[in-house]
Every structure is written in structure tokens, then in C-alpha cells.
């Protein structure tokens, strides 16, 4: 079974803080992904990676930034953490293959106070 | 801009009978589609992947490609209470690129006891 877990499921951190989150993925997968997650904007990407060291930008870049040190885990950084980033987030992996299936981690929900 | 549409919902379904969810997408080129559902407070989970014109089923759900139309959908058969989530419509939209799909932003499902 292909497992994806992500450090936290719920976080509460103050304005200003960094915030590091952690995702880990047992499948080899060379793609891998966050994501957040807000009422009625859907899933939108921040970034993804498709091979160690390598990132690239997704949709909503600003105010994260990524780490890729070993195939398996991909850590989201948020440098400043702002109120407007209380969201969900959500990490997935991916294998190579047009039919490859992406999975998903369980989540962390974040809130900024 | 590579888009997905899904009609937000809610769609209420009377429980026993058929949900259809509809999808389309912008990219004629798209090569594989997906179906996620998505609990509240849960991440996705993968129900079905399709990548040939036609019909593909598992079990009670049945998911619809048509390229030339640029659609997708998915049927429930025998909807039950639990598949009250909602449904991720996703596309892989590159033609040489395996690495990245495009999500759209769900229809909650609704199944009416």
C-alpha cells in the first residue's frame, strides 16, 4: 500500500513564525506535491518536485518556499507565517507514467493566529 | 490556461438511484483523467483513472470519456449515503510531461436517504 504522511495533522502558529511542514512518501515516487486547500478555491498548487534538489513553482508560489534533500520527503516552509495562510495543506506523490496515480497525505490544517 | 470545470453542486441524488458527475476540460491534448473523492476534513482518494474513449466500470461506478467533446464524467450506481463527498475531477493535460494534473474544484454529492 502506497503511504503518504505528512508531520502534523493540526498546527497553531503565530504571525511571524516560521513553519515547517513535513511529508514523506514509502513508494519511490520521483513526483511530489503541496498543495492547499480552501472552501470553494479547491486544490491549488504551491509547488512541486520532480527529482531530488529539483522544484519548480506551482500556482501560489508566494510566501512558501520547498526543500528536496532525499527522494522521499518534500518539506513546505512557510518563512513568515501570515494569517492569510490558515488553510489546509496537503501533500501528494506521484509516479512517472501518464496513467500514474497521485496520492495524497492526510493533511495538516494550519491555523495562524 | 489548462482549466477544469465542475459544476460546484450541491447535486442531491435520492439514495438508490444514479448520481452523474460532469467534467470538462480546455486541453485537447490531455492524455489521462481521474476521479478523486473527497470527505470533509479528509484528503482525496483515488476511485477511478480512464484514458481511452468510452466506458470503464468498477464495482457500482462507471466512468465516461469522450475526447472529441472534451468531457468526462462519472456515474454511481445504487448511491448510497456514503458517497455523500465530494468529487475531484482530475486531468493530466501534457502530452510529454507525466509529472503534474490539473485539478477542478469538486461537486459536492449529496445522496438523500
Known amino acids: 500500500d502506497v503511504k503518504v504522511t505528512q508531520s502534523s495533522r493540526y498546527l497553531v502558529k503565530r504571525t511571524g513564525e516560521k513553519v515547517f511542514l513535513e511529508c514523506v512518501q514509502d513508494?519511490?515516487?520521483?513526483?511530489m506535491f503541496w498543495y492547499r486547500q480552501d472552501p470553494g478555491l479547491g486544490l491549488r498548487l504551491i509547488y512541486f518536485?520532480?527529482?531530488?534538489?529539483?522544484?519548480e513553482k506551482g500556482d501560489i508560489p508566494e510566501g512558501y518556499s520547498v526543500s528536496r534533500e532525499k527522494k522521499e520527503r518534500f518539506s513546505l516552509i512557510l518563512e513568515s507565517a501570515s494569517t492569510n495562510q490558515t488553510s489546509m495543506y496537503l501533500c501528494?506523490?506521484?509516479?512517472?507514467?501518464?496513467?500514474?496515480?497521485?496520492?495524497f497525505g492526510p493533511g495538516t490544517r494550519l491555523l495562524v493566529l | 490556461q489548462k482549466e477544469v470545470e465542475q459544476n460546484s453542486g450541491p447535486l442531491s441524488v435520492p439514495e438508490g438511484a444514479i448520481a452523474s458527475l460532469n467534467c470538462t476540460y480546455s486541453?485537447?491534448?490531455?492524455?489521462?483523467f481521474f476521479w478523486y473523492r473527497q470527505y470533509s476534513g479528509k484528503s482525496p482518494e483515488l476511485i477511478m483513472f480512464?484514458?481511452?474513449?468510452g466506458d470503464k466500470e468498477d464495482g457500482r461506478f462507471t466512468a465516461q470519456l469522450n475526447k472529441a467533446s472534451q468531457y468526462v464524467s462519472l456515474l454511481i450506481r445504487d448511491s448510497q449515503p456514503s458517497d455523500s463527498a465530494t468529487y475531484l475531477c482530475?486531468?493530466?493535460?501534457?502530452?510529454?510531461?507525466?509529472?503534474?494534473?490539473?485539478f477542478g474544484k469538486g461537486t459536492r454529492l449529496h445522496i438523500l436517504p
Open positions: 518536485s520532480y527529482d531530488v534538489k529539483m522544484k
Open positions: 482530475a486531468v493530466n493535460p501534457y502530452m510529454n510531461r507525466d509529472d503534474k494534473i490539473i
Open positions: 480512464i484514458y481511452s474513449n
Open positions: 486541453d485537447r491534448g490531455s492524455q489521462s
Open positions: 513508494m519511490d515516487h520521483e513526483n
Open positions: 501528494a506523490s506521484r509516479g512517472g507514467g501518464l496513467t500514474e496515480t497521485q496520492y
